[in-house]
């Protein structure tokens, strides 16, 4: 999967703060895929439509509360908002074990044997992702399967890059034992 290109959101958000709607809808356009992969593989997929949706209407209402710094870049400040909202879910619900196919394919015109095994690979992933702690999940979404480096885990989650590098490495090694256990059963 190749990282896509997103526009300076910095210089976006600037004139989204000052009330520029099409900034926004571009801030928006350029983050929504992103935002959505990450809170999908946290909860099932009609939550994870609404927790999108008011993590854009939380970004929108509360623009001015964002402190630009090279510390903490917008988007990171976004996933920061999608991080919450998801535990504000959690704290609010009993956790959801409900796994949902309808992952959004990126893979197009590929013949129905492939399109199955991946759909069946993207539910094991799902399936074990969703049995990692809290932590875990957040570090592997954020750097698998949306794609940021560790500074920008670093910033989303408010833990230093050795702390991603830790969890990380305990993530994956959890999650290599879980999917070989998924192997086993099938």
């Not at 935002?35 to 993590?55: G, K, M, P, S, W």
């Not at 609010?92 to 044997?113: A, G, R, Y």
């Amino acid at each position: 999967m190749k990282k896509e290109q997103i526009p300076d959101l910095k210089a976006l958000a600037r004139l989204a703060k000052k009330g520029d709607t099409e900034a926004f809808g571009s801030i928006y356009d350029a983050l929504v895929t992103p935002v959505y992969r990450y809170i999908f593989y946290r909860v099932d997929q009609q939550i994870a439509e609404d927790l999108t949706e008011d993590t854009f209407l939380k970004a929108w209402q509360n623009l001015g509360k964002y402190k630009e710094t090279s510390k903490t870049p917008f988007s990171a400040w976004v996933f920061k908002i999608a991080h919450n909202l998801i535990c504000d879910h959690y704290r609010k619900n009993q956790p959801v074990l409900e796994i949902d196919e309808n992952l959004p394919s990126t893979h197009v015109d590929l013949n129905p044997s492939t399109t199955i095994n991946i759909k069946f690979n993207q539910i094991k992933l799902r399936q074990a992702i969703n049995k990692l702690p809290e932590n875990f999940q957040q570090v592997i979404v954020l750097k698998y399967i949306n794609e940021l480096d560790n500074d920008e885990i670093s910033k989303a989650t408010g833990k230093s890059e050795g702390s991603i590098r830790t969890i990380q490495f305990r993530a994956l090694k959890q999650l290599r034992v879980l999917l070989e256990e998924k192997q086993e059963d099938f």
